[in-house]
Nanobody
Framework: QVQLVESGGGLVQAGGSLRLSCVASGSTFSTYAFGWYRQAPGKQRELVAGISSGGRTNYADSVKGRFTISRDGAKNTAYLQMNTLTPEDTAVYYC?????????WGQGTQVTVSS
């Protein structure tokens, strides 16, 4: 079973940047598809960005042009670079990996953007 460990969350002022990391276990990292999701208090979890095993990316309209998802096979890590953050980006961010046998979630990392 794949295990995911996230890091990189924190408190940042509006307009600032953060980079989230998601380290995945397993020897078949190149076959995983990754998604970054977020859940704000009182709201449903939503997909923020995704990247396929082949590197194709997709983004929620609310983050296009500000967030970038990427992956590094040498480090078994997926990233979410977040720029020009706003208070509306405040949420717990979760990494998800999809693979042949199923999917896995990370524990979540809090991102708080102050105005």
């Amino acid at each position: 079973q794949v295990q995911l460990v996230e890091s990189g969350g924190g408190l940042v002022q509006a307009g600032g940047s953060l980079r989230l990391s998601c380290v995945a276990s397993g020897s078949t990292f190149s076959t995983y598809a990754f998604g970054w999701y977020r859940q704000a208090p009182g709201k449903q979890r939503e997909l923020v960005a995704g990247i396929s095993s082949g590197g194709r990316t997709n983004y929620a309209d609310s983050v296009k042009g500000r967030f970038t998802i990427s992956r590094d096979g040498a480090k078994n890590t997926a990233y979410l670079q977040m720029n020009t953050l706003t208070p509306e980006d405040t949420a717990v961010y979760y990494c998800n990996a999809g693979y042949a046998q199923g999917s896995a979630w990370g524990q979540g990392t809090q991102v708080t953007v102050s105005s």
